[in-house]
T-cell receptor, first 115, second 115 residues
C-alpha cells in the first residue's frame, strides 16, 4: 500500500506571495492533518480534515487555510507569505473511523523557503 | 493546553549500548502516546505507540513505558545500531467523543550511535 504523498517536495517563494501544498493520504484513510516543523518551534499542529470538514484547528493565523476533497486528498494554502513561514510542512493521514485512538502516518513533507 | 517536554535533546551512545529518552506531559486527559523517528530529509516515521490503559509495550529492540500517575513516558532502545541514529520525537494526544485529537510533540532528541 502506498504511503502518504506530498507535492511539491520543495518550493521557493517570495514574501507576499501565496502557496498551495497538496497531500494524498494512504488509500482508505479519511482523516488528514497538517503540521509545521521549524528548528525553533518544532512540530506544531495546523489543522485536521475529515470528510471534507475541518474537525480540529491549531493556533495559527487565518493566512493558513486548508481543504479536503471527496477523495480525501487535501490541500493547504498560505497567503501573504512571511519569512517566518519557511518550514517543513508535513501531512499525516489516519483512518478517521470513530474510535478512541488514531495512529497518524506522515508523508515526506514539503520544504518551503520564503525569500 | 497540553505541553510535552522531552529529554535529553541530544544523546550519544556506543553501538550495542542502550538509549533512553524521557517525556513528560501536563494534561492528565491525554491517552495516546506515539514515538516517531525522523531521519534527515524524511517525514516522521511511527516506531511504537502506547495507549493509556497499558503500562508497557515492546517491539523487538524498542520498548515504551508509561506512568500515568507521574505523567511521564519513556522510550528504550536496546542493542543500539548505527542505523538507529536519527531524531526521535515523543507526542501526546487526547481523543474523545469521535474526534481525533491533534498530536502535541516534544522538541526531539538527536540520537547518535557511534560504531
Amino acid at each position: 500500500k502506498a504511503g502518504v504523498t506530498q507535492t511539491p517536495r520543495y518550493l521557493i517563494k517570495t514574501r507576499g506571495q501565496q502557496v498551495t501544498l497538496s497531500c494524498s493520504p494512504i488509500s482508505g484513510h479519511r482523516s488528514v492533518s497538517w503540521y509545521q516543523q521549524t528548528p525553533g518551534q518544532g512540530l506544531q499542529f495546523l489543522f485536521e480534515y475529515f470528510s471534507e470538514t475541518q474537525r480540529n484547528k491549531g493556533n495559527f493565523p487565518g493566512r493558513f487555510s486548508g481543504r479536503q476533497f471527496s477523495n480525501s486528498r487535501s490541500e493547504m494554502n498560505v497567503s501573504t507569505l512571511e519569512l517566518g513561514d519557511s518550514a517543513l510542512y508535513l501531512c499525516a493521514s489516519s483512518l478517521g473511523v470513530i474510535r478512541v485512538e488514531e495512529t497518524q502516518y506522515f508523508g515526506p513533507g514539503t520544504r518551503l523557503l520564503v525569500l | 493546553g497540553e505541553n510535552v517536554e522531552q529529554h535529553p535533546s541530544t544523546l550519544s551512545v556506543q553501538e550495542g549500548d542502550s538509549a533512553v529518552i524521557k517525556c513528560t506531559y501536563s494534561d492528565s486527559a491525554s491517552n495516546y502516546f506515539p514515538w516517531y523517528k525522523q531521519e534527515l530529509g524524511k517525514g516522521p516515521q511511527l516506531i511504537i505507540d502506547i495507549r493509556s490503559n497499558v503500562g508497557e509495550k515492546k517491539d523487538q529492540r524498542i520498548a515504551v513505558t508509561l506512568n500515568k500517575t507521574a505523567k511521564h513516558f519513556s522510550l528504550h532502545i536496546t542493542e543500539t545500531q548505527p542505523e538507529d541514529s536519527a531524531v526521535y520525537f515523543c507526542a501526546a494526544s487526547m481523543n474523545y467523543g469521535g474526534s481525533q485529537g491533534n498530536l502535541i510533540f516534544g522538541k526531539g532528541t538527536k540520537l547518535s550511535v557511534k560504531p
